[in-house]
Nanobody
Framework: QVQLVESGGGLVQAGGSLRLSCAASGSIFSITAMGWFRQAPGNSRELVADITTGGIIRYADSVKGRFTISRDNAKNTVYLQMNSLKPEDTAVYYC???????????WGQGTQVTVSS
């Protein structure tokens, strides 16, 4: 089992910045990719960015150039630095970790990000 604890969400004005953190615990030795997804009201959950243990990164087109994902393998923590935030970035942001042995996905509880115009 893997437990994920997110922090760093909040309310910010358009153009502002926030940094999300996700700390993993439990059976962390089998974690491969970790990443961030988001879900706005009425929308499906979508990938924001993810990063593998080897450092391969993917970003959604909507956040390229504004968001940066990073990972501290020693601390089993993944970060999402969000700059130039827009009202359309408003959503609940979820951390996800993939178990490389079972291919099971683990999810955090979610953290609200609200960007006011």
């Amino acid at each position: 089992q893997v437990q994920l604890v997110e922090s760093g969400g909040g309310l910010v004005q358009a153009g502002g910045s926030l940094r999300l953190s996700c700390a993993a615990s439990g059976s962390i030795f089998s974690i491969t990719a970790m990443g961030w997804f988001r879900q706005a009201p009425g929308n499906s959950r979508e990938l924001v960015a993810d990063i593998t243990t080897g450092g391969i990164i993917r970003y959604a087109d909507s956040v390229k150039g504004r968001f940066t994902i990073s990972r501290d393998n020693a601390k089993n923590t993944v970060y999402l630095q969000m700059n130039s935030l827009k009202p359309e970035d408003t959503a609940v942001y979820y951390c996800k970790a993939k178990d490389g042995r079972t291919w099971r996905d683990y999810w955090g509880q979610g953290t609200q990000v609200t960007v006011s115009s």
